[in-house]
């Protein structure tokens, strides 16, 4: 599904774009594609079930997955990362924050293999970043956020594309119809860090939000980011 133009909606299994189980809807975080000069660039690459899915949803837009360069995670849920060692063979470069860079390495329970009933296969992420740095990757600025709550690990990433201000913002936010929040399921997850991270997201304004899972944001985000966090400061404190 095109976003806008060279941004791409390659999976996720609410929408039926992946499909991983029958009465799973949940197994296939929604993985995007960035098409640039310089190659692709991955946003979360999916259970790893569903590979060849996002793969051929690729070759539609005439994405070939040989030229995926890198792919930036938001989180090491296995719903959003459990690809990765997959692609991590085939040669692409892994970018995030150390909490999830950590996570995947080791494979452990914050990779959540138990809610799916797999076992999570580690692999390395090659380049970290922090919390307000700009990652400079194939010409474009992206500007790192962590948001910790879901999982300590949880990233968003802001970058300017096509005249619109995008935000990848992973579980922070829940799916429209279903819920405010990500799943509270994880080992790491934390109400309190939690609250405070919809805070400081609910200070960015954004035009285009692209969630973990679900439905995109394509009319003021900060609205629904402002939502998940009354609903928070009511329910948490």
Request: proline share 3%.
């Amino acid at each position: 599904m095109q976003i806008l133009k060279g941004l791409f909606q390659v999976g996720g299994d609410i929408n039926g774009i992946t499909f991983d189980q029958l009465g799973a809807l949940w197994n296939d975080g929604n993985s995007y594609v960035l098409k640039t000069d310089q190659g692709l660039i991955l946003f979360d690459c999916g259970c790893g079930d569903t590979l060849e899915q996002i793969f051929d949803n690729m070759r539609y837009w005439d994405l070939s997955p040989d030229d995926i360069t890198h792919c930036i995670l938001t989180h090491p849920h296995y719903d959003h990362a459990g690809a990765g060692h997959i692609l991590s063979a085939r040669g692409v470069k892994f970018i995030s924050i150390g909490e999830t860079a950590d996570a995947v390495s080791s494979g452990d329970d914050r990779c959540c293999g138990y809610l799916y009933h797999k076992i999570f296969k580690p692999f390395r992420v090659d380049q970290l970043v922090t919390d307000g740095e700009t990652l400079h990757l194939a010409g474009i600025d992206f500007q790192v956020m962590h948001l910790p709550g879901h999982s300590m690990g949880c990233t968003a990433y802001l970058f300017n594309w096509d005249g619109k201000r995008v935000v990848v913002s992973g579980d922070v936010i829940g799916t429209l119809l279903v819920g405010d929040f990500g799943w509270d399921g994880s080992i790491d997850f934390d109400k309190k860090i939690y609250t405070q991270s919809l805070l400081k997201f609910s200070k960015v304004d954004t035009d285009i939000m692209l969630p973990g899972h679900g439905l995109i944001y394509f009319h003021k985000p900060r609205f629904r980011v402002e939502e998940a966090l009354n609903s928070a400061l009511m329910q948490w404190r």
